[in-house]
Structure formats: C-alpha cells, structure tokens
C-alpha cells in the first residue's frame, strides 16, 4: 500500500507527487491514458514533434525554476512581441527593451498609435513593478489603460485570446498582468524535444500505473474500472476538471476549448522564432507560428512545420487553408496537413468546483489555467497531504 495514491499524471499530479517524493513519502500515480503530462504532451508524427495543441513556456514562471532544470530541457527562445498580419501585410511590434534593434520598426508600424505604443511602455512599467490595478476584466483593463479601440482588436484580441482561448478578452485582468510580466521578465521558449519534455523531466523515476482508469474515490482508496481496490493513507485528485468533477460526482465545469492544425511545409512562410497574430480579426485562424523556426528539432531537415490555432472545435480545415494561402500565396496549397487536435477542455473556465471535504485535489482549475498554476496546485496539495500524515 502506497502512502499516497495521486489520480492523474498532468503537471499538477507530477508536481505534487515530485515533492512527496522529495520528502521521501511513498506515492503511486494512477493514469487513465498512455502517458504522461495530460494536455502538455508531443507527439512523433513522420519525424515532426507536435504538441498536443500549441503551447509555449514562459521560464519566468516562479514555480516551474524552482522544480524544472532548464539546462535539460534545451529552451530555445522566441522572438519577443509578435507580427501582426493586417490588411495584406506583416508589420512587427516587439519590446525595445528586448529588442532595441527593432524599436524604430516597431514605432514606425501602423498597428496602432505612438500613444499605444508608449501606453504599452507604461503597461510594461506597472507589470515589472507587480503594481496591479484593481481587478477587472482583460478587455475593461486594456480600455482604462487608453488603448485605442483599433490597437486591441489588431493586437490584443489576438494575442491574449491565444493565450486565454477566447477572444472577448473576459478573463480577469489580474492574470493578463502576470502573463505580460512573465513575458517581459522572461523567455517565451520550447523545448528541443517539445513541450512534452516538461512532463516527463517531472515525472522521471516516479512509480507510474498508467492504462488505468479510476471508477471510484475516497478519501483513502480508489477503485479502477478494472474491480481493483487500492489503498492509500491519502489519496490527491490530479485530473482534469471534467474528470475531477466526475470522479467527485459534481456536474462537470465549463471549459474553453481549442483547435491546432499542424501542416509540413517544403520551407517556413516566416523564418523568424515570431508569433503571428490575425489582425484583420477575419477567418477562423486566431494564430500561427513556425515552431520548426524556433527549435529545428521539431521538423525533420529540410522541412518546416506549421502549427495554425483555431479557437473553439470543429475548424474547418480548407477555410484555415484558404486564410494561409491569403496570407503566403499559393504554396500552401502544397502543404501537407499532417494533424488536427481539437481540445474540448484546453482551459478551465474561472470558478472553483466544491469538492468533498477531506479529499485533496490539484489541477490547473484550482489555480490559473497556465502551467505555473497547475505546478503551485501540485505543491499546495502535496504540502496539504503532509499535514495530514
């Protein structure tokens, strides 16, 4: 019998049981699926490493330095700020604190005003001081900043919508700040063996069940689908919030969901490690980058891939085509559509679920929907199971 039986081996169960292991507590993780990381996976595809949606790391995430080697994982860093495709053309607006280089192209982009872009400066300036405004929604805090209306459809819907995976720009606007503030502090990277690497530098050397769906939970035992009872001193819910709620018997969160489309290409139609965001705000394409232009590990040589993101379910695969070959001419029509991924539930909608008393439970939904709230979720509950024992 395990001291401690953890039920899902995303980044919230890996983390929590990483620390259980530091302090020498006895853990099992149980996994429903084949792996490990959950929605932070890669997957091998004719030699082109696709993550399980398009995803980026932030390194000054605090928790991910203080359990994460970075060394190991072989970063390879983004461009900072991002291209913004707009009415034919591809103009840059990047940090000229990062990128002193670019200042003058930046100021000179017709993607909003100077008085945007200095708005932009004094954004940055309160985001470095952690100076947090009152909470209020993305959209609203962007409108008392000054922004023009025409600057945050260009630039911020796009941009925070890919991150939040909606693009109405309701998420609080305490945590647009922290994003901005890692992004300014840090780089936006992905690993040389993709985003998956995270997850399985975690859960190196941690006893694993994986194939193995829960049925059933306590606070000191789980049944599997397969009849068999294990016993724990503690038990940590770690799934998803669907399957959390599940498992829990409460009615299943709402969720904000996402489309991926990968495509090989014979060259990369940016050859910048940049995002490029859709500032026309028409099609179904929200974003696009070239992760192969990033880290040359994720295609194979003399290929380039092309990860396009859709923000809901169901894209329709030759509008999304239709929307790149708008955007780089003809030869995408050439590509070769390697894989879609539709996520249902890539984020938790804000909003905690009630669970049982006496149950620990961990996952990005208790937390931020990022990978620095699912590694803080892990934590707490690992330091809430050693209370207990």
């Known amino acids: 019998m395990a001291d401690v039986i953890i039920v899902g081996a995303g980044l919230a169960g890996l983390a929590c049981a990483r620390y259980l292991a530091s302090r020498q507590v006895d853990c099992l993780i149980v996994e429903a699926s084949d792996g490990v990381g959950g929605r932070v996976r ?40 991002a291209l913004v495709q707009f009415e034919g053309g591809r103009h840059l607006l990047s940090d000229p604190w990062r990128e002193p280089t670019h200042a003058i192209e930046a100021l000179l982009s017709p993607i909003g005003s100077l008085a945007d872009k200095l708005r932009v400066a004094r ?44 693009s109405h720009l309701r998420t609080s606007s305490h945590m647009a700040q922290f994003v901005f503030r890692m992004m300014a502090s840090g780089d936006t990277a992905l690993p040389a063996n993709g985003m998956g690497a995270i997850s399985k530098q975690l859960a190196s050397g941690l006893p694993l069940r994986l194939n193995s769906r829960v049925k059933a939970i306590n606070p000191t035992s789980i049944v599997l689908d397969s009849g068999e009872d294990l016993q724990a001193r503690a038990v940590v819910l770690a799934a998803d919030g669907p399957e959390a709620a599940r498992l829990a018997g409460l009615p299943p969160p709402d969720s904000r969901s996402v489309s991926c489309l990968y495509f090989a290409a014979d060259r990369a139609p940016i050859e910048e ?29 003399g290929a380039a891939l092309v990860s396009a993101t859709v923000l809901g379910l169901n894209p329709d695969e030759s509008a999304v085509r239709e929307q790149l070959t708008s955007w780089f001419g003809d030869g995408v029509r050439t590509w070769r559509h390697l894989k879609t991924y539709q996520i249902a539930h890539a984020q938790p909608e804000p909003g905690r679920l009630n669970f049982p008393v006496g149950l620990h439970v961990c996952g990005d939904h208790c937390e931020t929907a990022s990978i620095q709230g699912a590694l803080v979720s892990g934590r707490r509950a690992a330091e809430s199971v050693m209370r207990t024992l």
């Open 42 to 81: 890669t997957d091998l595809i004719e030699g082109f490493q696709l993550d399980r949606g398009f995803q980026v790391f932030l390194t000054a995430y605090p928790e991910a330095k203080a359990v994460l080697d970075y060394g190991a994982l072989k970063l390879h860093s983004f461009s900072s700020g």
């Open 123 to 166: 954004m940055r300036y309160q985001a470095m001081g952690n100076r947090e405004t009152q909470e209020t929604t993305t959209l609203e805090y962007l409108q008392r900043q000054g922004f023009s209306p025409g600057f945050i459809s260009k630039f911020f819907q796009p941009f925070f919508g890919g991150i939040f995976l909606e």
């Open 273 to 301: 490690p940049i995002l490029l965001l859709n500032g026309d705000r028409k099609g179904p394409v929200n974003n696009l980058c070239v992760p192969s232009a990033v880290a040359s590990t994720y295609a194979p040589a």
